[in-house]
């Protein structure tokens, strides 16, 4: 899943690599390292401009972290609905007309993910709740460029306020994820499973896939979908549903971060710093 991400980069720097045509310097957030659900986040987009004519227009928007389906009757579902699965999201009520012409890409620094031992993941894997989490993980490009997320974005419209209320209207977004990889990360120990430990290189111990550390993962896109994925002219769901393979193996790195992260009110740089071994020992 993906319930924490890190997004530092500068609105700047992001409409240079997203190619951005249109973004408002007011709406401007400051870098988040723990980026929570309900939080407000970056999203691109490619929309026709309000009064302008019907092209799409690359688009850097500040929305809320937390799909609220267009038929709600209140956004208190918000939270729960950080993630969408992309093997469903097609035939979800919540989610499949955002998936046919409202889809967006959430770029990050990478994501948080929390290790667990193997009974806790075994009860999680039965979709029943999981125990304390454990060891947090930072999983992040290998290369250092940005990670962006396949994500999908909804209006929802607030019928206890008048039209012209500035919160009248909500625009929420998800994050679609997978199965987790089973391939290897990038500077994965190598040999038999053994106690996690160092972050980085080839003599590291600790997660050598992603599916060590989590059965799912939020879905990175790289760059030659962007695209086909952000083109709201495409709106074959099963057209659509080619896109959403994983990339390739090798292209994350996975490494032990300060379990400060755990607490959402913690932020800053020091939060995605590698560790030289992890503060919780998980087994792998």
Known sequence: MCGRYAASRSPEDLATIFDIERWEPSEALPADWNVAPTKEVYVVLDRPLKGGGPEPVRQLR??????VPSWAKSPESAAKMINARSETVHERASYRRAFAARRCLLPADGYY???TGGEERAEE???KRKRQR???YFVTPADGSVMALAGLYEFWRDSTLPEDHPRAWWVTCTVLTTDAEDTPLADAPQGEPQPAGPAVGAAAKGPRSLADIHPRMPL????DRW?????PSR???EDIRELLAPPPPGTVRAYPVTTDVSNVRNNGPELVAALPAPEEETLF
Do not use: H, I, S
């Open 62 to 67: 500040v929305l809320r972290w937390g799909l």
């Open 113 to 115: 993910e929390w290790a």
């Open 125 to 127: 894997e039965k979709g």
């Open 134 to 136: 454990k060891q947090p």
């Open 220 to 223: 990175m896109l790289l760059p």
């Open 227 to 231: 695209d086909a994925w952000l083109d």
């Open 235 to 237: 709106t074959d769901p």
